[in-house]
C-alpha cells in the first residue's frame, strides 16, 4: 500500500493567474514586518518556498513564515522560542511556575516556546533579567515588594 505524500507533488495550480506552474524556488525576500509598534524591513537573501513560474507569485509556507519570523527575531535581537524554554528549564520551572512568576497566562509562554507568538521587546528585557538575575527572581516571588517596586517615597 502506498502512502500519500507529505506535500502534494509540484507543479501546483497558482492562487493568482490560475496556472499550473508552481514550483520550489529560492528567492531574495523582503517584507515589512509590524512587531510591538514599530515597522522593521526584514531581508532574507535565500528564502525557500514556492513560485509561480508564470506570474512570479510566492506561496509563503509554514517553514518560509517560521524562517521570516527567525529573521525578525534576529534583527530585533530577542531570544529564540529555544533560548526561552532553555532558560526556563535550566531554573527547573514549568511553564505554568514560569508564567506565574511573570504574571502572564501559561499559554501566551507556550506560544513562545512553539514561535507561535513573538514576544514584546519589553516582555524579552524581562525574561533576560529573569533569567540571568537571582536578585529579579527573588523580587518578582515577593508578592510585598512586587507591589511597592517603582513607588517613590512620600
Known amino acids: 500500500m502506498k502512502t500519500a505524500p507529505a506535500t502534494k507533488p509540484f507543479p501546483w495550480k497558482c492562487g ?5 506552474a508552481v514550483n520550489p524556488a529560492t528567492v531574495p525576500y523582503t517584507v515589512e514586518a509590524e ?7 526584514v531581508t532574507i537573501p535565500d528564502l525557500r518556498t514556492p513560485k509561480c513560474d508564470d506570474c512570479g507569485e510566492l506561496v509563503l509556507t509554514a517553514a518560509a513564515n517560521e524562517r521570516i519570523t527567525a529573521a525578525l527575531r534576529e534583527q530585533i535581537g530577542l ?3 529555544a533560548q526561552i524554554r532553555q532558560g526556563r528549564e535550566a531554573l527547573g520551572l514549568t ?6 512568576k511573570l504574571r ?4 501566551t509562554v507556550s506560544r513562545w516556546e512553539t514561535g507561535a507568538q513573538v514576544q514584546q521587546r519589553a516582555l524579552d528585557l524581562l525574561m533576560r533579567l529573569f ?4 536578585a529579579v527572581r527573588s523580587a518578582l516571588a515577593d508578592e510585598n515588594t512586587v507591589g ?3 513607588e517613590t517615597a512620600a
Not at 533569567?131 to 537571582?134: A, I, Q, T, V
Open 16 to 20: 493568482h493567474c490560475r496556472q499550473k
Open 35 to 41: 512587531h510591538d509598534g514599530r515597522t522593521y524591513t
Open 79 to 81: 531570544l529564540t522560542p
Open 95 to 100: 511553564q505554568e511556575q514560569f508564567a506565574a
Open 104 to 107: 502572564i497566562a501559561s499559554a
Open 131 to 134: 533569567f540571568g538575575l537571582s
Open 148 to 150: 511597592t517596586l517603582g
